[in-house]
């Protein structure tokens, strides 16, 4: 609680900038990072929906100088965006990922994926250097893959791309750490 020993103008300001700040004094305490809050894991059964059943063709339009033209969606919407934690300017995997990875692997290991192709593609968000970040994008990328090699999947079955902050999730916040992911992306069936 606030007393005022004297009263005066002094006292008065001073009374009108506590009652000012007080109630937005807690917007202003830290909060945990977001790096360091829980993330949820997909289970296998969710990244298998994602990347299973190929969802109806899309096509969009777009607006030439002359008249409309029709033009088929660019990639999958066969995908699922993961949160896997690495070290901070590293491609190390921090200990929590290895849940999720786990997952990813069940789910690419399923009768239903099994002849499936993907993407792993490494994303960041725009923090540091556009070259830099495409490098780190696509180390995770292959530490991913490497991982998923080391427990079984064919590595013909994945390929791996890093595009660093050029892909945000949250392209009105480009340093938002959800722009942070790996993502796996269906391309094609193995033959």
């Known amino acids: 609680m606030i007393q005022i020993k004297k009263s005066g103008p002094r006292a008065v300001v001073a009374l009108f900038y506590a009652l000012l700040c007080w109630p937005v004094a807690p917007l202003f305490a830290q909060t945990p990072a977001a ?12 990244i298998l929906r994602a990347l299973g059943q190929p969802k109806t063709a899309t ?7 002359r008249g409309l033209a029709r033009r088929q969606a660019s990639e ?16 190390a995997l921090k200990p929590q990922a ?20 993907f993407v792993v593609a490494g994303h960041t968000d725009a923090q540091g250097r556009a070259d830099y970040n495409k ?15 080391q427990k079984g999947i064919n590595p013909a079955r994945l390929d791996t791309i890093g595009y660093g902050s050029d892909k945000p999730l949250a392209p009105d916040h480009p340093d938002d750490p959800s722009n942070r992911r790996v993502e796996i992306r269906a391309i ?4």
């Open 76 to 91: 999958s919407d066969q995908s699922v965006n993961l949160n896997i934690p690495f070290e901070l300017n590293s491609a």
């Open 59 to 65: 096509r969009s339009l777009s607006l030439p100088s």
């Open 98 to 117: 290895s849940e999720q990875l786990k997952q990813l692997q069940l789910a690419l290991s399923s009768p239903s994926l099994g002849n499936n192709r």
């Open 135 to 149: 490098q780190l994008s696509l180390r995770r990328a292959e530490t991913v893959k490497r991982f998923l090699v």
């Open 35 to 46: 790096d360091q809050e829980p993330q949820k894991v997909l289970s296998n059964e969710e």
């Open 188 to 191: 094609a069936a193995a033959q």
